[in-house]
């Protein structure tokens, strides 16, 4: 299914993203609050296609890196314990080109740390305390 995504010609990619969406959902979250993926979000298959292609460039020949260099802005980064995403792909590659850069790491907390039960309330108490 994934190599329809792929396939400039198909036009089952909204489908096939939605379905990709609901699996990630269940993979991405340790005990979320809401357990499936919104009715309301609308997949569009082509536009995904687009922004993953440029993004995976980015990242392949460092691009996107030398962009994050040139944030001056203190950055923060919140991430959750069993997030699938590795928490050090995010923060050695950030610290090392960041000059403000703190890495905090959620305890019980996957991809969305907004969702998770057990991590919702110090995601957003540690939200308030950097934006005040």
Request: net charge negative; aromatic share 6%; glycine share 6%.
């Amino acid at each position: 299914d994934l190599l329809i995504l792929s396939d400039p010609d198909e036009t089952a990619k909204d489908a096939v993203l939605a379905r990709l969406g609901t699996l990630v959902a269940k993979t991405d979250s340790l005990d979320p609050i809401q357990e499936t993926v919104p009715e309301e979000i609308h997949y569009r298959g082509d536009i995904f296609q687009k922004v993953w292609e440029e993004a995976s460039e980015m990242r392949r020949t460092g691009e996107l890196l030398n962009l994050a260099a040139q944030v001056t802005c203190p950055v923060v980064a919140i991430h959750g314990d069993t997030d699938p995403h590795p928490a050090g792909g995010v923060q050695i590659p950030l610290e090392a080109v960041l000059k403000d850069f703190q890495f905090i790491l959620l305890k019980n907390c996957g991809h969305k740390p907004w969702i998770e039960r057990r991590a919702r309330e110090e995601f957003f108490r540690i939200l308030d305390k950097e934006l005040s």
